[in-house]
Nanobody, 115 residues
Framework: QVQLVESGGGLVQPGGSLRLSCAASTIFFSAYVMGWYRQAPGKQRDLVATITNGGNTNYADSVKGRFTISRDNAKKTVYLQMNNLKPEDAAVYYC?????????WGEGTLVTVSS
């Protein structure tokens, strides 16, 4: 229902940082709860972080203290700042938007963490 396009993925060494971006097409961006999920090979798609329009955030325990989700409603963009990346963070990261119980997904951006 809303087009989401992720960017910013790539290859980074352990301990490095990446900033993912997700641009949304809808003019009603502020009405959505935005989030990031990730899926590693052979694993399910798991929640990484969410953020409401009011700025309330939730994080998976595995990323607390290292990742920060934020949003810019004027730019209709949600970000995921990832610091101190670990090999276990490697995955395809998906942007998510929820409104009225309906989920929308981006196509994902690949994050590789390797020496």
């Amino acid at each position: 229902q809303v087009q989401l396009v992720e960017s910013g993925g790539g290859l980074v060494q352990p301990g490095g940082s990446l900033r993912l971006s997700c641009a949304a097409s809808t003019i009603f961006f502020s009405a959505y709860v935005m989030g990031w999920y990730r899926q590693a090979p052979g694993k399910q798609r798991d929640l990484v972080a969410t953020i409401t329009n009011g700025g309330n955030t939730n994080y998976a325990d595995s990323v607390k203290g290292r990742f920060t989700i934020s949003r810019d409603n004027a730019k209709k963009t949600v970000y995921l700042q990832m610091n101190n990346l670990k090999p276990e963070d490697a995955a395809v990261y998906y942007c998510n938007a929820v409104r009225g119980g309906v989920f929308s997904w981006g196509e994902g951006t690949l994050v590789t963490v390797s020496s």
